[in-house]
């Protein structure tokens, strides 16, 4: 027996309509991705009658590309109609399928790099999916400046775990990393004009990673970031001398997205995100949100990715237009920030049937109740989770909406019993 508390049938119907109302203002919709794979699914007979979940996967064995679909489906004629297919039930009624299609290379990369509804910016990052990018991202690598403002280095060691690409082959095979005030061996005056050299050596040709929020307040000092010719140099100062010279900026964290943390309610430095400073000062380079506290590896380098592919292929201006197209009304990438978190939650059943968590130790039930933001946020993290696909923030505790415009504040309190 569930040990979490069963709610009545109006009770139950009052969380849901509360839930879908949230859901409404965050601007759920079907992600694009999973419409996508449902549709090339629905024409496959293997699949006939089932609705496609989130589930799925993209795998390639060494001898040729392959599409593996792993599909967490529920029949459309109820759980009887999947009894003869002798799979066994899980607990929630969904069943399993598996089915394989071949695709050419070219159908692959355009299944990997293609617009919103482009199936697998999502799930880019198997080998061979790196592999049919190798035509697109020849020749120098681009370079690529990590600026640390008001944060907590907490959105580098993020990408610092990512796995697939590893780390090291982003570094060493995708992107340049020419400054990175916490993994860099240069420091103070030199690299900060080793810096300028590579911006001046590539005008219009590189990118910012801003980590952190942004302050001009007191000319900005509340956030100093090193020094040259004995002068201070701001957070602020740098990115008005770089950023009109960059081909786009990724802001990566809530903080530097939306102000995040840095900002919340009491801060006293101003800070604010790239967006919101671009806007102040008149600075018009694209700025791509990549928000979350911290944002999963696999935003950072898969936005990342595509931004290069799309530029390799298209060319400055019609490439980086194609990434703005990707972006929702937050500026964030639409293949990874169009789901609601809490329609694709695996224990949104036991949302739908009433039974609801009374502490954060019971597991067995939904957490709605103990104040989970679910229902405001968009992300796929239900699908990607993280640590190597271990475990996800609602798996331990809840979601505090940490990639929506109004975290913190709009999100608070954090845990509450409703």
Not at 152 to 164: A, D, F, P, R
Not at 336 to 348: D, I, K, M, Q, V
Request: aromatic fraction near 8%.
């Amino acid at each position: 027996m569930r040990s979490g508390r069963k709610v009545t049938r109006s009770g139950a119907f009052g969380r849901r309509s509360r839930a879908k109302a949230h859901a409404a203002r965050a601007g759920a919709k079907p992600c694009g991705t999973h419409s996508a794979i449902s549709t090339i699914l629905q024409q496959r007979p293997f699949f006939n009658d089932w609705q496609i979940s989130p589930g799925y996967g993209i795998y390639a064995p060494l001898s040729g590309l392959e599409l593996k679909i792993h599909a967490e489906a529920r029949p459309f004629h109820g759980p009887d109609a999947a009894k003869t297919t002798g799979l066994q039930c899980r607990p929630n009624g969904i069943f399993c399928k598996e089915q394989s299609m071949s695709l050419s290379r070219r159908d692959f990369v355009k299944l990997c790099t293609g617009t919103a509804a482009g199936y697998g910016v999502s799930r880019m990052f198997h080998p061979a999916v790196r592999e049919a990018l190798a035509g697109t991202l020849t020749g120098e690598l681009p370079p690529v400046f990590w600026l640390q403002g008001q944060g907590c280095t907490g959105c580098s060691v993020s990408i610092l775990n990512s796995m697939h690409p590893a780390i090291a082959e982003v570094l060493l095979k995708i992107i340049s990393l020419d400054f990175h005030p916490t993994i860099m061996a240069d420091e103070g005056a030199p690299a900060i004009e080793f810096m300028r050299r590579r911006a001046r050596e590539n005008d219009g040709g590189f990118f910012i990673v801003v980590e952190g929020a942004v302050s001009d307040l007191e000319g900005g000092r509340y956030c100093v970031i090193g020094e040259s010719g004995h002068e201070e140099i701001t957070m602020s100062s740098m990115l008005k001398e770089l950023a009109p010279h960059a081909a786009a900026v990724l802001a990566v964290g809530a903080c530097a997205a939306y102000g995040g943390v840095s900002a919340a309610r009491g801060a006293v430095t101003g800070a604010m995100g790239v967006g919101a400073f671009f806007g102040k000062h008149g600075i018009a380079t694209p700025v791509v949100n990549i928000p979350g506290c911290p944002p999963h590896p696999d935003w950072m380098v898969g936005t990342l990715l595509v931004a290069l592919d799309a530029v390799k292929r298209d060319g400055l201006e019609k490439g980086l237009a194609s990434v703005v197209a990707l972006l929702d009304e937050d500026g964030r990438p639409k293949p990874f920030y169009g789901a609601n978190t809490h329609e694709n939650c695996p224990y949104l059943y036991l949302f739908d049937e009433g039974v609801f968590s009374e502490k954060m130790t019971d597991k067995s039930g939904c957490r709605y109740d103990l104040g989970c933001k679910g229902p405001f946020a968009m992300c796929d993290s239900p699908v990607r989770r993280w640590n190597g696909r271990v475990n996800w923030c609602v798996e331990n505790a809840v979601c505090i909406g940490c990639v929506q415009p109004d975290f913190p504040d709009g999100q608070s309190p954090f845990y509450e019993q409703r």
